[in-house]
């Protein structure tokens, strides 16, 4: 450890986390929804009336997570400033699709950041990655493992759906965010709150890909045609969301002393206009205080809140101070929702 707990009051508990730096990356050129339409037996008006979406961005042939990772955790580091970036013991990296099945693509990432032989490991949990990324670097901060982690959240997640299945193939998106956290007070500007994490595996069939794991590959037999693509239940996955995130966030808001009037921003995973809709209107959150990329961005998987929170900063919807709810929700099933005092930041 580069020894950052250094003037940390540990006495009676371990230390919070802190942010202290964001960044974010979307691979060039959007896709519109007029792009799409190209091939695809959908229209702007479906797409943005169910999704709230007009445009995103996808990798570029040969692009990979890393690609991603790699320029959002720079952007973060940056965003940090030295004192903490030269500090960082771990990378986090929160992602459904690794560069490769073996090994995990997090000590490239480090390796690639110039951040030497630090602790490297990759989370996978996808849309709710962040969260479960967050739990862990607070984890390893409280247990004083590390004092300073980078934790990256990244997907290109449409190399896993399949481009003419109209129903996925809207949705989907690249991109990657990443938060710089330090040990600090609880109280403290850019305090995380306690990590609430949920799943249910019995669903896990609700949304998944089927082939290009352990279970097909010990049959011996090449994947059977369609399964190396994603496969969704779009409408049980909606109404599950709704619930898991909207108990989450009440379960959050009360670890951490507030009320739910308290909150001034939502920062909820963007899935679905109209998932996030009903989650803000079922916890009393009024319009202004929701907090949303979605039109631009699509749902970007594990980066979808990293994202949302580094384009809020950047376009001053969200400012040092702000009581932050955040809360995500899919495939596992695996859901969760945290809260974070804002800090003082400017995205790199
Ligand atoms: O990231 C976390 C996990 N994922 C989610 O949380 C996603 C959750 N689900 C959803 O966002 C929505 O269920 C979708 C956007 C996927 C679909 O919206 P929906 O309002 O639930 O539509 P639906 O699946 O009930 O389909 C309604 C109709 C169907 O046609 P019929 O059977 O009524 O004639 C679909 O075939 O819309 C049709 N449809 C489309 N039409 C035009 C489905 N996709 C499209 C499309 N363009 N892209």
Redesign the pocket.
Known sequence: MNGSLEGVAVAGGAPASVIVGIGAYVPPNPVTNHDLTAR????DE??RT??GISSRHMVLPGQATSDLAVEAGRRALESAGPEHAEGVDAVVLATATPDRACPATAPEVASRLGLGTVAAFDVSAV?SGFLYGLATATGLIAAGTAGRVLLIAADAFTTLVDPHD???A??FADGAGAVVLRAGEPDEPGAVGRVVLGSDGSLSGL?QVPGGGSRQRSLGEPVKPGDEFLR?A??D??RH?VGRMTEASRQAVQAAGWGLADIDRLAA?Q??A??LATVADDLGIPEDRRLSNIAHNG?T?AASIPLLLADATADGSLAAGHRVLLTA???GLAWGAATVLWPDVKPG
């Open positions: 695809l037996d959908t229209s479906w797409i169910r999704t849309c109209r129903a996925t809207v949705i949304l969704m779009g409408r996955t909606y969301a995973h899935a679905n109209r998932i749902n998987v929700f899919g495939a």
